[in-house]
């Protein structure tokens, strides 16, 4: 049906028409998105961590298989964001990322305890707080609740506002790292390849070891996960190099094997 109304209207109708209706899906969320007490902090410590890298490097680690080929140790005193499973890789490489994200809903919602339980700090989207009803800001593992959403395709260089996902934690990531200041992000293990086929965004339940991730149990037996949107995700991809760019920053994609093509290209070991 959405295909045959934008065949239906000019572009510019159709855009208009799109972006009408995503405002319509937000306005819920607006009020506790920007003043419940627990946003408002959060608006507060994103303020502190304005530009607060400034000129320096990051690396944004991915999931994918490629991590296996990946001398990850060599990461230890660099700045790090990991995602969402990413925890489950810290045993054997011998540290935790300096800074954690995540946003999607079957995550947050079958590992909290894990989540809550990490050392660093934490970025998770608005709608989970749902999970950490009992928690107090006053603790020290508190997240930094994001207000993402899946409308409005857009790059936003402060995070204080809304965050659009665009089907990837890893754009969330991006958009982090660019508030933060950082002159250069280098990813890896973001592979841009799954195993596992079928329709975008789809729900399914793991039939036994993880073979999309770094690790058979990242989404072990048992566990439900979102099949990947590639396509939405390359969008979000483009507006993060255009942004940085413009800034006069950059974005390097150093993911051994990796199948995205959107960010230029660098050999992972001449990095250091």
């Known amino acids: 049906m959405k295909k045959n109304f934008k065949s239906m209207l000019p572009q510019p109708m159709f855009q208009m028409a799109r972006n009408t209706y995503d405002v319509f899906r937000r306005l819920p969320q607006l009020p506790s998105a920007y003043l419940h007490p627990w946003r408002r902090e959060s608006i507060r410590r994103l303020a502190g961590l304005k530009n607060i890298h400034k000129g320096e490097r990051a690396f944004i680690i991915g999931n994918g298989p490629s991590l296996k080929q990946t001398d990850l140790p060599k990461l230890k005193n660099e700045i790090t964001f990991g995602m969402n499973r990413i925890y489950v890789m810290f045993p054997e490489i011998g540290f935790h990322t300096t800074y954690f994200c995540s946003i999607n809903d079957l ?20 709608r989970s707080h749902r999970h950490f009803k009992d928690l107090h800001p006053s603790n020290p593992n508190f997240p930094t609740f994001l207000y993402t959403s899946y409308t409005g395709p857009r790059f936003s260089p402060d995070v204080r506002g809304r965050v659009w996902e665009s089907a990837t934690v890893t754009n969330v990531a991006l958009q982090l790292a660019f508030h933060m200041g950082f002159e250069k992000v280098i990813l890896i293990g973001v592979d841009h390849n799954f195993t596992s086929k079928g329709e975008a965004n789809k729900t399914v339940i793991s039939q036994g070891d993880d073979p999309n991730h770094v690790s058979p149990n990242y989404f072990g037996k048992g566990i439900k996960w979102q099949l990947p949107d590639l396509d939405t995700s390359e969008i979000g991809y483009t507006l993060a190099r255009d942004a940085y760019k413009k800034a006069g920053r950059e974005v390097l994609d150093a993911t ?4 995205l093509t959107i960010f230029p290209k660098v050999d992972y070991n001449s990095l250091f």
Not at 108 to 123: H, T, V, W
Not at 256 to 259: F, L, N, T, Y
Request: net charge neutral; no cysteine; hydrophobic share 60%.
């Open 107 to 126: 995550v947050i919602e079958q590992f909290s305890a894990d989540i809550l339980a990490l050392p660093m700090p934490k970025f998770l989207a608005w």
């Open 256 to 259: 051994i094997g990796g199948k």
